[in-house]
């Protein structure tokens, strides 16, 4: 509990909640949880950016195929790199 890997996560953890406010509304019912509502004054959520149609230039689609490149070539690196070191 006290050592420097818990507190590196926990240094992450508090991070990530700095803008973490607000109230969510769940409804319980026969074992299972649902989310029925939920308001922040931090919220990223926009109804207008929520669209791939019409959202005042917030999304391209060819952006995605940049970024579908991008993030293969770190994955390919990572399996290259790990069936290197196991030899």
Do not use: C
């Amino acid at each position: 509990w006290f050592s420097p890997e818990r507190e590196m996560l926990q240094a992450a953890i508090d991070k990530s909640q700095e803008h973490v406010t607000g109230t969510v509304r769940l409804k319980l019912y026969k074992g299972s949880v649902n989310t029925v509502g939920r308001w922040s004054d931090h919220s990223l959520y926009s109804e207008k950016h929520v669209t791939f149609e019409e959202d005042a230039g917030a999304y391209d689609q060819k952006d995605a195929a940049g970024f579908i490149r991008l993030n293969a070539l770190r994955l390919k690196l990572i399996a290259t790199r790990n069936e290197r070191v196991k030899g």
